[in-house]
């Protein structure tokens, strides 16, 4: 019997808030995007099932109605995903008027190719209707086709914008930056993820400065909610075929979706149907197949039938009977309608079905927007559904496996995006130096005692699911850009950080790791990689906020796991963490966050989920890629040596009981024998 321990496990508030309307029948993040509708350029960050289709309405008719834009064309990565901007009587809410879409305008529902659709475009243009809805494809091709001038004062949405990227290789990309360049359009992006998982910027940075952002944090919203209260996301890991083991982390009893791994993937047999087939046969007995819905039927060992939709099938008819089905309007509130979904590359992004309590992938997804956008499957609001959970089920390494570098890095990368998804799922942090004037902010609760000018406060909104926290001798972000990458783009550096391979392999093997040289060399080499435009200052403050988010999210958890088991209530969650962490501490100070191993959490999990065999395997593979300093560390080291002899007035001593102060003496000897050795040639 395998353990499943789940990595991260939040607890939300219920308060409804997130699903509440206001006088014009628009929730929070409606609300938020819509204060916004005069800006050019709009920015919509939020998650799966926050109403951004909704939000992107309420924007879109204010353009063309008060703003003077002539039309409003809609773009979506998928077909099947036009239907969320359908036809909305949004008067009856109390908005001043409808959504409507001509159908012939929505060009997700027109047969013929791409190509084809792209002349319906022109037609549009010269029209007299005011939206249209079309695949990214079809409006590429228009573009192409009729050149960038010919969408002066239009609005431009695009949803699913992390399909877009700055890649000269993405066309979508450069053709969004033609547009903003010759600045006659309005554009609004709209995404669930808030990164893009292969690490490419999804615009360039002086595109990027023209954007408002309106963002919207799973915090705010799955605390918002009015029955979903827990969510929980783990890797758990297995050996031989998985269909042998699914059923240790599938509950017939929990409406599932089950995403079976890519063909070219090392969990697949490279038999997709197969896999379906002994999926069915390890829930029960097989029944036949409903001739209305074409779901397969299957009779559990305690007499229920369950309904199992899938949409691996090759053959197109059946599939599409399957996919119909499941989207039959008719249903959507019926939660008996299906039981569990088996999929391959479908029922991702805009599949939306409420009673899904848990997103099972197996094997390890290489983007980490794709995992976000599979958990966004369960994270939906539903009566009677209180716990969602995300499991990633990933093959054991295997000593005698050839690929078995490929298995310890899939391991890995599951690691990042698990500690990726923690951040996404915390509240937001705020930090700010303490200073002898500093005192508490309005709205913010500094827990029993209140608010102490004499220590480091950290204070928490309900209200915003945001966190006031002061640290000692940290430094403040000093232009804008700074300012804005602490506030709205902390998540992204951390992607950067935890997506580093040398750093995790480090972080969770190294026995003799010195903590600050991740958090301040590997870390600082990233920020100045990522963000070159910023001074060194800037870069610093960056630097600092980042692993103040990373490494206080660990320590809360960690924190959150003992109040769990001291007290064997319900996970008071992160806050609780947060809070209990710095009361542990006698003073939250930069260097004291610096000194912390932010994968030390994580390999603790690691060690319950995996056998003791796989993990000193691993261990072992790691430690024998161990490389010594290389001359660029060195140099960053030297550097750091510089800055401590002028706070000191000596240089660091190789024999120091301080690994760090050690570590950076290793550095300047290290520059002193490379240039030894150049000097005798």
């Not at 008060?66 to 239907?83: C, D, F, H, M, Y």
């Not at 779901?295 to 090759?314: H, N, P, Y």
């Not at 391959?344 to 094997?363: P, R, S, Y």
């Not at 997506?499 to 100045?528: A, H, N």
Request: overall charge negative; charged content about 30%; glycine content about 6%.
């Amino acid at each position: 019997m395998t353990k499943n321990v789940p990595s991260v496990s939040v607890t939300y508030a219920q308060n409804g808030n997130s699903t509440k309307s206001n006088e014009l029948g628009m929730r929070p993040m409606q609300e938020r995007a819509y204060e916004k509708r005069g800006e050019q350029f709009l920015l919509i960050k939020s998650p799966p099932a926050s109403g951004k289709s909704r939000a992107l309405m309420f924007v879109a008719l204010d353009k063309l109605h008060n703003q003077g834009l002539r039309k409003a064309i809609i773009t979506v990565p998928e077909k099947s995903i036009g239907s969320s901007f359908a036809d909305e009587p949004l008067s009856k809410f109390g908005f001043w008027t409808d959504w409507h879409v001509e159908p012939k305008w929505n060009l997700c529902n027109a047969p013929g190719a791409d190509g084809g659709k792209a002349d319906s475009v022109g037609v549009f243009l010269k029209g007299e209707n005011q939206v249209l809805v079309c695949p990214h494809a079809t409006f590429r091709n228009a573009v192409v086709k009729f050149g960038v001038e010919a969408f002066d004062d239009c609005l431009i949405a695009v949803d699913e914008f992390h399909h877009v990227s700055a890649n000269p290789e993405n066309k979508l990309g450069a053709q969004l930056a033609e547009l903003i360049a010759r600045d006659k359009v309005h554009v609004v992006a709209m995404t669930g993820s808030y990164f893009r998982g292969d690490a490419e910027p999804v615009l360039l940075p002086h595109d990027e400065a023209k954007f408002d952002t309106v963002t919207y944090t799973y915090y705010e919203q799955l605390n918002g909610y009015k029955h979903l209260k827990k969510l929980d996301i783990g890797y758990f890991f297995y050996s031989g075929a998985y269909a042998d083991d699914i059923l240790e982390v599938l509950d017939p009893n929990e409406k599932t979706i089950i995403h079976i791994p890519s063909v070219n993937s090392r969990e697949s047999t490279k038999d997709k149907h197969r896999e379906v087939e002994h999926i069915i046969d390890e829930l029960g007995d097989w029944q036949g197949t409903d001739p209305k819905t074409g779901f397969q039927l299957v009779k559990t060992s305690d007499g229920r039938v369950l309904r199992i939709a899938d949409l691996v099938d090759d053959e197109a008819a059946k599939r599409d009977k399957v996919s119909a089905a499941l989207k039959n309007p008719a249903e959507k509130n019926n939660r008996d309608h299906v039981d569990i979904i088996i999929a391959l590359g479908m029922a991702k992004e805009g599949f939306d079905w409420v009673w899904c309590e848990h997103a099972l992938t197996v094997g390890y997804r290489a983007s980490l927007t794709e995992i976000v956008q599979i958990i966004g499957r369960a994270t939906r609001d539903a009566p009677g559904k209180t716990r969602a959970r995300f499991t990633n089920l990933i093959a054991e390494p295997d000593a005698s496996e050839e690929l078995v570098t490929e298995a310890v890095n899939d391991t890995l990368k599951a690691i990042a995006a698990s500690l990726l998804m923690e951040q996404v799922l915390a509240p937001r942090f705020n930090f700010t130096p303490k200073r002898p004037d500093s005192g508490p902010v309005e709205g913010f609760d500094y827990g029993e005692g209140g608010y102490d000018p004499d220590k480091c406060n950290i204070g928490f909104s309900d209200v915003s699911g945001q966190f006031q926290i002061e640290i000692k001798g940290l430094t403040e972000p000093k232009s804008k850009e700074a300012e804005r990458i602490c506030q709205e783009d902390l998540n992204e550096v951390i992607a950067a950080f935890v997506q580093d391979k040398p750093t995790v392999e480090r972080g969770m093997f190294d026995e003799e790791l010195v903590p600050e040289e991740l958090t301040q060399v590997r870390m600082g080499k990233i920020i100045k990689d990522k963000y070159p435009e910023l001074d060194d200052e800037d870069q610093k403050a960056v630097r600092q906020h980042a692993i103040a988010a990373l490494n206080l999210t660990q320590k809360a958890k960690e924190a959150a796991l003992q109040i769990d088991e001291e007290e064997k209530t319900a996970n008071t969650a992160l806050i609780d963490g947060v809070r209990k962490f710095a009361m542990d501490v006698r003073d939250l100070d930069i260097d004291l966050i610096d000194r912390i191993n932010p994968f030390s959490e994580a390999y603790a999990i690691l060690a319950k989920t995996m056998s003791e065999e796989s993990l000193k395997q691993v261990a072992a593979i790691i430690s024998a890629k161990k490389v010594q300093l290389t001359p660029e560390e060195a140099r960053d080291l030297a550097k750091r040596a510089l800055k401590f002899k002028q706070e000191r007035g000596r240089l660091p001593d190789i024999t120091s009981a301080d690994a760090w102060e050690r570590r950076m003496a290793e550095g300047v000897a290290y520059l002193a024998r490379m240039k030894a050795e150049a000097a005798d040639g």
